[in-house]
């Protein structure tokens, strides 16, 4: 069982060699160093990651996509902060799965009871892989929008003194959080390289939000000459009320965890009381004997 171990270790190393010279694959540490240069955050390199990232880049070539699915995917994993083709995004989920299937096989020579278990664990990692951007997306559009309240009053208070839009917009990415102030630049460096309405639609379209939709379509309104003053007070009277529902929401998410650790605190005081009442009915019984 050692030889044959030592075996398919030596073997697929062979293999893996072989095919990464033919397919012309960046080495190791190459790959390594250009994930690393590629994050925004200083975080540790996985190796798998930088194996399989090697390989989605070859293998990315080769899948097929239509425009339409491109240019959509493409727009979420740059908002999501993603660096990757929309090819190599999917062949990197394919992969990842592929590996663990690939385990699947193999496991039936060895252990077959697993290998249900592992082609079972290969879809949920290829379903989870291709919705990471989704989520990822989703979270960073979450904390934007929790900040568009106070966003749209900032703008409803420049507007009685100015009507500068990008100044408004350099103004407040001063007190904003680290993803909308990362939209902001990247949303004020494309007005001042193109067309202001251009910019600000592209802004809208990479986050695909409603409540910034509203603010988007204020803002153009306001660069057509609209007075635009009375629109955002109103906005802003919405997103009041939403941000109250979005706080009312998070509140009723908390009493069910709360009554998690009550009924953990109940069974403790009961279990005290039982080992309470347990010895002192070891202790009656010890003195009748």
């Known amino acids: ?38 994050r925004k955050q200083n975080k540790k390199v996985n190796s798998l990651d930088t194996v399989l990232s090697g390989w989605s880049v070859a293998l990315g070539r080769h899948i097929p996509m239509d425009e339409y699915k491109r240019h959509r995917l493409s727009n979420t994993l740059h908002a999501a902060g993603i660096s990757q083709t929309p090819e190599e995004y999917v062949a990197y989920a394919l992969l990842k799965a592929g590996l663990i299937g690939m385990g699947g096989v193999l496991s039936l020579f060895v252990v077959p009871l697993l290998t249900p278990i592992l082609f079972f664990l290969a879809i949920a990692i290829y379903f989870q892989e291709s919705k990471k951007a989704d989520k990822k997306l989703s979270a960073k559009r979450e904390r934007i929008e929790s900040e568009l309240p106070r966003f749209v009053a900032t703008i409803t208070q420049e507007l009685k003194a100015s009507r500068d839009v990008i100044g408004i917009l350099e103004h407040y990415k001063k007190n904003a959080g680290e993803a909308f102030c990362y939209e902001l630049d990247v949303l004020t460096a494309d007005m001042r390289s193109s067309s202001y309405e251009a910019a600000l639609t592209r802004f809208e379209a990479r986050l695909n939000s409603p409540m910034l939709s509203d603010i988007t379509r204020g803002l153009i309104s306001v660069l057509r000459g609209d007075d635009g003053a009375m629109y955002f007070q109103m906005l802003s009277h919405d997103m009041k009320q939403f941000e109250l529902q979005r706080l009312k929401a998070k509140a009723m998410k908390i009493p069910p965890k709360i009554r998690v650790f009550s009924f953990v605190m109940l069974l403790c005081f009961v279990m005290t009381y039982v080992v309470v009442i347990f010895s002192e009915i070891l202790q009656s019984l010890r003195g009748l004997f």
Do not use: E, H, Q, W
Request: proline share 3%; hydrophobic share 55%; with cysteine.
């Open 1 to 38: 069982m050692n030889v044959m171990i030592v075996f398919g270790v030596l073997l697929a190393t062979g293999l893996y060699l072989i095919v990464a010279d033919c397919l012309k694959l960046p080495r190791y540490g190459t790959s390594r160093a250009m994930i690393t240069a590629s």
